[in-house]
């Protein structure tokens, strides 16, 4: 019979771009990425569907989708839009042109478009069952030749027609016209060729894929009359790969009662019900449940309930790893069971759960990935950890802190600042300052209302994280935030060389005149930072983090920044600032004065770390400052340790 996913899902990423700045446009994309999320659904795919994508965005889905695979899961990726071979500086490359692509020789579509191989290497290497490329691209780009550009301005170059073959073990790639040649535009129908009798045969049941892959060859060069004939390379590892199959299309869903489950620990909340770990006894079973709280749910509430029920993969407890079955009446259970009958899985877990969450910011509705870490002790915990990232960094950088805190029944909760890390946003951009400052609040009420956590709230904030805190304290001196302590560690106030007024003159007159440009903040990533060596060369390969940001937000930071420095800030709650006594980027003297003059409250202190960089909680000697911050927080609280 089929061989299918087994314990693993089916992922879907579909990309359908005709809406072109600086080349033709194309009718079909839009409908061919609609037509086709709308069948692989309706196969039990879970669909991402993005239309007209500039390169950052593209990148930016590319790192989500990404991280979205697990092991054993069936990955399907289809793109719709204009594509080119190039090979003259790299050979055999092909690359997916987006919207905003400028119309360039093809030297430098290595930062104006994306290379496709790198998309399936990247696909690939997170060891999917199968990894299926479905591309409709192989459409003429034109590209200007500086060769012959002199004589003939229209002229395009002679190696950039078509799509080159690409290769990878466990894959399958569809193109919609052989190496070298283009695509027929479906001018008139709907959808293009290829698509078109894709959607007509994917849907086969109990059909190995690369049957219907030949079913969709003959249509298209009889519809052609030879003018076109899609290419298919295969280099699959497993036998009889089905998208659909009809003994999977309705699995198994057990039927699940009060008196059959143990719920002893809630571990998330999400819209349509909250999660907890239990226990199902009948199976012997340690599982992550979610009860439903609707009453019933309309066509578009089901949709989202199963794509919150998607998520669930991301609980990551070591012995929760498939998704097992859903029902959407109230009180019902929707499940994630482990694969062995066995009770001892619980006691194989290293002690570290980790689940991702989503909020939808206030400000613009923009959507903030965030983390949260549990604890699994029996007794209540005595206070929650709020994350706040530095600079072009993101929230997963600190999960070892926060495994720290788990250690001494801490929770710890973090998220992906606007434009960082997995959140949407553009890179380097804030609108206002209210923005983040909405983002934080909303981050305070999902610990509150979501995880029902009634305990004091310990912000702790990290060099940029840091301003999110001491913006807040000073423009919404009326709304008082609700955390009863603050933890800022190298705050970046003041920098190495202090800006002149001529420079933040100037940078409001680049941000006005060149709002695209955007200005290296991070700099190098280097032991100034951090002397833990295997934490930088991490950095330096990691796909999550970025260091330049737009003039008009260096601007809004130098002008906060300015501020802080010459006004005074009374602090509602008591506050530890903590810095490297080795930090060069920020550098401890200036901190120090300006702890001495400007910081107020009626509980303040400051600890200063030798032999400490940039980012302490990174540095080799880190448990001291773990362990200082954790008896800070105990003795704020009067938390007893067991």
Not at 88 to 109: E, H, M, S
Not at 194 to 203: A, C, G, Q
Not at 526 to 534: A, I, L, P, S, V
């Amino acid at each position: 019979m089929a061989t299918k996913t087994e314990s693993g899902r089916k992922l879907a990423l579909v990309i359908g771009i005709g809406k072109y700045e600086h080349c033709e446009e194309l009718q079909n994309p839009e409908n061919d990425a609609n037509d086709m999320s709308s069948i692989l659904e309706s196969i039990d795919f879970i669909v991402t569907k993005k239309l007209h994508l500039k390169r950052a965005e593209m990148q930016h889905v590319l790192i989500d989708f990404e991280h979205s695979i697990e092991p054993g899961d069936m990955v399907l990726f289809y793109f719709a839009g204009h594509g080119v071979q190039w090979e003259v500086c790299i050979k055999d490359q092909n690359y997916l042109i987006f919207t905003d692509t400028p119309n360039l020789d093809g030297a430098a579509l290595n930062k104006s478009a994306i290379n496709a191989q790198n998309i399936l290497d990247t696909l690939s290497d997170r060891n999917p069952y199968v990894t299926i490329f479905l591309l409709d691209c192989c459409r003429k780009y034109h590209l200007r030749n500086p060769q012959v550009n002199a004589r003939d301005p229209g002229a395009s170059e002679p190696k950039s027609i078509g799509l080159k073959a690409m290769h990878k073990a466990g894959t399958l790639i569809a193109f919609a016209c052989a190496p070298g040649t283009i695509a027929i535009e479906g001018k008139g129908e709907r959808n293009g060729l290829f698509t078109k009798h894709l959607l007509k045969n994917i849907k086969t049941a109990n059909e190995d894929i690369q049957m219907i892959l030949r079913d969709v060859t003959n249509g298209v060069i009889q519809e052609s009359e030879s003018k076109q004939i899609p290419f298919v390379t295969a280099a699959l590892l497993k036998r009889d790969i089905y998208l659909y199959s009809q003994q999977t299309k309705r699995p198994h869903k057990p039927e699940i009662s009060d008196q059959d489950l143990n719920l002893d620990e809630e571990i998330g909340c999400g819209a349509f019900g909250t999660v907890y770990r239990a226990e199902w006894i009948s199976r012997h079973n340690i599982v992550a449940v979610k009860r439903l709280h609707l009453t019933q749910l309309d066509k578009e509430a089901q949709k989202e309930f199963f794509n919150e029920l998607s998520l669930m993969h991301s609980i990551h407890y070591p012995h929760i790893i498939m998704f097992y079955g859903a029902c959407t009446e109230r009180g019902k259970y929707a499940l994630k069971s482990t694969a062995e009958n066995n009770k001892s899985n619980l006691d194989k877990a290293d002690g570290h759960s980790e689940i991702r969450f989503v909020l939808l910011s206030p400000y613009d509705k923009l959507r903030l990935v965030g983390r949260y870490w549990p604890v699994h002790e029996v007794n209540k915990p005595n206070a929650v950890v709020l994350f706040l990232h530095g600079s072009g960094e993101h929230c997963q950088r600190y999960r070892h802190v926060a495994h720290f805190f788990n250690k001494h029944q801490i929770p710890c909760v973090a998220y992906d600042l606007r434009g960082n890390g997995l959140s949407e946003g553009q890179r380097g951009f804030i609108p206002r300052m209210d923005a983040w400052l909405d983002d934080l609040e909303c981050a305070i009420k999902y610990i509150r209302e979501n995880l029902n956590f009634t305990m004091p709230l310990v912000i702790y904030a990290h060099g940029t994280g840091c301003i999110n805190c001491l913006a807040y304290i000073l423009q919404r001196k009326k709304s008082r935030l609700d955390c009863q302590a603050m933890i800022l560690s190298t705050p970046s106030i003041c920098l190495k060389e202090r800006p002149t007024y001529l420079a933040y003159f100037g940078s409001r007159v680049v941000s006005s005149l060149i709002p695209g440009l955007r200005l290296p903040l991070n700099g190098n990533y280097t032991n100034e930072y951090t002397d833990d060596k295997e934490i930088v060369a991490a950095y330096r390969t990691d796909p999550l983090v970025h260091d330049e940001w737009l003039a008009q937000t260096v601007c809004l930071f130098l002008k906060l920044g300015h501020l802080l420095e010459t006004t005074e800030i009374q602090f509602p709650v008591p506050v530890m600032i903590q810095h490297g006594a080795d930090d060069n980027i920020t550098p401890i003297k200036l901190i120090q004065k300006w702890v001495q003059e400007r910081v107020k409250g009626n509980d303040v202190t400051f600890k200063d770390w030798p032999g400490h960089n940039h980012e302490i909680h990174n540095d080799m000697r880190r448990e001291n400052v773990f362990n200082h911050a954790l008896e800070w927080i105990e003795k704020r609280f009067k938390i007893e340790q067991n």
